[in-house]
């Protein structure tokens, strides 16, 4: 059975940080790229950050980049969204994905304020 359990998000003020991560299993986690989604309150859900299998390419929506940094850990099964610069606009849920299997996480909340 397919898993995707994340973990990480919470109430951080404007210029903050966070680490979000996404625990996978029940599938070969390191032969498929995955993604970070959100979405925000009356918003769709939007595309944050992909990542090759390998880790060796990523990629970004305009809005994140530079500030965000998508990255895995294939021994642990795990892909990781380090948000640094965090602005109100990052409120959100955010979701792991894992494209090829139509899989998503839970969701977890990310709130920006002061």
């Known amino acids: 059975q397919v898993q995707l359990m994340e973990s990480g998000g919470g109430l951080v003020q404007p210029g903050g940080s966070l680490r979000l991560s996404c625990t996978a299993s029940?599938?070969?986690?390191?032969?498929?790229?995955m993604s970070w989604y959100r979405q925000a309150p009356g918003k769709e859900r939007e595309l944050v950050a992909t990542i090759t299998s390998s880790g060796g390419t990523t990629n970004y929506a305009v809005s994140v980049k530079g500030r965000f940094t998508i990255s895995r850990d294939n021994a642990k099964s795990t892909v990781y969204l380090q948000m640094n610069s965090l602005k109100p606009e990052d409120t959100a849920a955010y979701y792991c994905?894992?494209?090829?299997?139509?899989?998503w996480g839970q969701g977890t909340q990310v709130t920006v304020s002061s």
């Open positions: 994905r894992w494209e090829y299997g139509n899989y």
């Open positions: 029940g599938f070969t986690f390191r032969a498929f790229p």
